[in-house]
């Protein structure tokens, strides 16, 4: 697609003008590249020229949507959400931060878990590795030390506090890293893969998790 536009450019553009002073080869030539054109779907020229909506809502999964929003603030339950996405996910995309911020959320609206961000976050912490999200029990400190990442994914957090992020994963309550393979992964429901993720939602069979 950009190789025909390129083509066209320097065809029109940049050929020196002794090679259009031929009116035979001038027509030649435009008859080329309209026929070049007319084989090209009027939909993707569209695209070329009209950035796509990602989302209904307006939501784009890239850093440099994220760092054209404001700067996110809130209360406790936004920075438990923040922090999660920092220590669980900001190395992702993120496309696969919010698919992480999801999960929680859909923890907290789950009668199988706390009815709060920062109690579904902490769920299980004070026994080293018997938590939920490793981060908060694995006896390291949790010390922001990327400030711009965390700013990105608290902007995450607040925007799916705020109900304005479309659904991703299906409703899944459980994720792992494709470097690991749980047992209750076994059991449960994948509902999708986004980026080094793997989601899924509860069944009726029991699990360990």
């Known amino acids: 697609m950009h190789r025909l536009f390129v083509t066209i450019i320097i065809s029109v553009f940049l050929l020196p003008f002794a090679a259009l002073a031929n009116e035979d080869q001038a027509r030649a030539l435009l008859r080329t590249e309209t026929k ?24 784009q999964f890239s850093r440099a949507w994220l760092d054209a929003q404001p700067k996110a603030k809130g209360d406790a339950q936004w920075k438990c959400l923040s922090e999660a996405l920092y220590f669980e996910a900001r190395g992702e995309t993120v496309k696969g931060q919010f698919a992480v911020a999801e999960v929680i959320m859909n923890r907290v609206k789950s009668t ?34 990327e400030p711009t990442a965390y700013a990105r994914v608290s902007k995450v957090a607040r925007v799916i506090i705020d109900g304005k992020s479309p659904a991703l994963t299906n409703g899944a309550t459980h994720y792992h890293t494709t470097a690991v393979n749980p047992r209750w992964a076994k059991v449960y429901t994948k509902t999708a893969r986004i980026g080094v993720h793997i989601f899924y939602r509860h069944t009726y069979r029991s699990a360990s998790n």
């Open 112 to 145: 199988r878990f706390p009815t709060s961000l920062c109690g579904v976050i902490n769920q299980g912490t004070g026994k080293k590795y018997q938590c939920q999200f490793t981060y908060t029990c694995d006896g390291h400190a949790e010390e922001i030390g």
């Open 36 to 59: 070049g054109l007319s084989s090209v779907p009027k939909d993707h020229l569209q695209n070329m020229i009209v950035t796509p909506v990602v989302s209904g809502s307006g939501v």
